[in-house]
């Protein structure tokens, strides 16, 4: 989605308003909607409703992130790639997008970290997870479950934040990593 | 090569390019200048269609550019601009081999061409494998000079290519520029704001005002008979000056009154050499024949002996310097010759005060 609304400014602010607006919306609130949307196929409660909830709170950070590294890329270079006589397609896939992966990809950490924190909520539509002894753990007055919940998912959260890092050090072209 | 056929060019109400014709030849080097928003790089920017005009045609190697496919048409001409816009992903080897790429050339092919080019704009191979980031701006333009020439287009486009450097590095690079084109022999359009840019490379010179052609003709013509009040402001005050600057170091060089040396020789051979042949002045070279020292055998005033005097670091004279250049180093240095070298630093000659001044006189005395 971020790749189609690079080129086309007008829808592009469509899109990140909207997904804007999305993220405004509390995420207990969001799984509540879910329940409801898909209660008519008898999928209410559990996995879906809770990974639709995510997927919707992971878009605008990874569109955002997408739409606005494609259009960093500097007018002297598409200029330059024009010029050499690149075509469209090739000025996007040699150019373009090598020069945004950093931006990307920081995009795609912020998306998959907070919904490691959001997925908590899950365990409130019964779909399980981490989330289940923060919650049983309040309900019943027991500290240490609730600290055991909240360990791990933080620890969950900071150890894929670690590897989409190394990922992202791996596909980054390295000429934009070198130094003079 | 290029012909512009009445072209007009429109941006809302305002013309940019107005009814231009302007032929430029094979193999020369034209210049258009002008104050910004005259409508220079519009022009430039017309010839390889990345700005479509309105009216009038085109004719790039005899095809009207309006039957050509932009992309097609844009892979055989070369164009650098004054970012240059060298992609920092890739390295300098790959950076030059995108047109040769664009065409499908062969590996093999493509690997010796840019040994070969690199080369050409004086980089040494250990470039190749460099990034962007750890080039300077020179560099990154002797790069981007590369990329353009690549794919061997018979045409080149530089919209402002020194207008980024700093002032002593930008003459370095016009001097290497033009040696580079003397082998080249590109038809080249060279947009500028700098007149003295304008006087030292071209061999034609486009004015334009805007986006009216004002006057197009030999640098030596535009000089001695500028068109109108516009022009002569453009010049400047000091346009005979200028006129002498069109003459350069390498229209002077001289090959005798002077020996060489291997630098590995001693300097008492060196000086029994040149009170043998009674040559008062020797440059000793490497066996790459780089210019490393100079000798002077002088009479010292008090004693009437000849002094030998060892130099390990001459002044020296560019090829591409002109006469204005070659005179400011030798009243600096205080010398009344100069060696001379060309763009690889090898020693070509010598250069001698005497000899410009004759020039001098020879031109007053015609005017």
Same mark, same amino acid.
């Given at each position: 989605m971020g790749f189609y609304i690079s080129s086309r400014p007008n829808i592009a602010k469509y899109v990140i308003n909207v997904a804007s607006i999305m993220m405004t919306i509390p995420s207990l609130a969001l799984y509540g909607v879910m329940v409801v949307a898909f209660a008519p196929f008898k999928l209410g409660l559990g996995i879906v409703p809770s990974i639709s909830a995510i997927t919707i709170y992971s878009l605008l950070p990874i569109t955002r992130n997408t739409y606005l590294a494609l259009n960093q890329v500097k007018p002297g270079m598409i200029e330059a790639a024009r010029g050499i006589g690149m075509s469209k397609n090739q000025i996007l896939w040699k150019i373009k997008i090598p020069l945004s992966i950093p931006v990307i990809m920081?995009?795609?950490?912020?998306?998959?970290?907070?919904?490691?924190?959001?997925?908590?909520?899950?365990?409130?539509?019964?779909?399980? #997870?981490?989330?289940?002894?923060?919650?049983? #753990?309040?309900?019943?007055?027991? %500290? *240490?479950?609730?600290?055991?919940?909240?360990?791990?998912?933080?620890?969950?959260?900071?150890?894929?934040?670690?590897?989409?890092?190394?990922?992202?050090?791996?596909?980054?072209?390295?000429? %934009?990593?070198?130094k003079r | 090569?290029?012909?512009? *056929?009445?072209?007009?060019?429109?941006?809302?109400?305002?013309?940019?390019?107005?009814?231009?014709? %302007?032929?430029?030849?094979? #193999?020369?080097?034209?210049?258009?200048?002008?104050?910004?928003?005259?409508?220079?790089?519009?022009?430039?920017?017309?010839? +390889?269609?990345? *700005?479509?005009?309105?009216?009038?045609?085109?004719?790039?190697?005899?095809?009207?550019?309006?039957?050509?496919?932009?992309?097609e048409l844009r892979?055989?001409?070369?164009?650098?601009?004054?970012?240059?816009? %060298?992609?920092?992903?890739?390295?300098?080897? @790959?950076?030059?081999?995108?047109?040769?790429r664009l065409l499908k050339w062969e590996q093999k092919k493509i690997e010796r061409r840019i040994e070969e080019i690199l080369e050409l704009v004086t980089l040494n191979q250990s470039f190749a494998q460099k990034y962007p980031l750890q080039l300077s701006g020179g560099e990154k333009q002797r790069v981007g000079l590369a990329r353009a020439l690549a794919a061997e287009p018979e045409i080149l486009l530089m919209d402002e290519p020194f207008g980024a450097i700093d002032p002593i590095n930008r003459l370095k690079l016009q001097d290497s520029f033009l040696e580079i084109q003397e082998e080249i022999k590109k038809t080249i359009v060279f947009v500028t704001h700098d007149i003295n840019e304008a006087i030292k490379l071209g061999d034609k010179i486009?004015?334009?005002? @805007?986006?009216?052609?004002?006057?197009?003709?030999?640098?030596?013509?535009?000089?001695?008979?500028?068109?109108?009040?516009?022009?002569?402001?453009?010049?400047?005050?000091?346009?005979?000056i200028k006129a002498l600057s069109l003459k350069k170091a390498k229209d002077y060089v001289l090959k005798d009154g002077f020996i060489t040396v291997l630098?590995?020789?001693?300097?008492?051979?060196v000086e029994k050499k040149m009170k043998e042949k009674n040559i008062k002045i020797a440059f000793a070279?490497?066996?790459? +024949?780089?210019?490393?020292?100079?000798?002077?055998?002088e009479k010292a005033t008090d004693t009437k002996k000849q002094k030998f005097i060892y130099n390990p670091a001459p002044w020296i004279i560019e090829r591409q310097n002109n006469i204005n250049e070659a005179l400011s180093k030798m009243l600096e240095a205080g010398e009344k010759q100069l060696p001379v070298v060309n763009r690889k630093k090898e020693f070509v000659g010598i250069i001698k005060l005497s000899n410009i001044f004759e020039e001098v006189n020879k031109k007053t005395n015609i005017s």
């Open positions: 920081s995009g795609i950490r912020i998306a998959v970290v907070m919904g490691v924190s959001v997925a908590t909520y899950a365990s409130l539509i019964a779909a399980g #997870g981490l989330g289940y002894f923060i919650f049983a #753990g309040i309900g019943r007055a027991n %500290l *240490t479950m609730v600290l055991v919940g909240a360990i791990l998912i933080s620890a969950l959260g900071i150890g894929v934040n670690y590897i989409l890092l190394k990922v992202e050090d791996w596909i980054t072209p390295k000429g %934009l990593k070198v | 090569m290029i012909e512009l *056929t009445n072209v007009t060019k429109k941006f809302g109400n305002k013309i940019a390019v107005n009814n231009f014709s %302007l032929h430029i030849e094979k #193999g020369s080097l034209t210049i258009f200048i002008g104050p910004s928003g005259c409508g220079k790089t519009t022009t430039l920017r017309m010839i +390889n269609k990345l *700005t479509p005009f309105d009216k009038g045609n085109i004719i790039v190697n005899d095809t009207p550019i309006n039957d050509v496919n932009p992309v892979r055989n001409i070369g164009y650098v601009i004054q970012e240059i816009g %060298l992609f920092p992903h890739l390295t300098v080897f @790959e950076n030059v081999a995108i047109v040769p486009a004015i334009i005002n @805007e986006g009216n052609l004002i006057q197009y003709d030999n640098v030596s013509k535009i000089l001695s008979d500028p068109a109108n009040e516009f022009v002569e402001n453009l010049l400047g005050q000091d346009r005979n630098d590995t020789e001693s300097h008492e051979s070279l490497d066996e790459n +024949n780089h210019l490393k020292s100079r000798f002077v055998l």
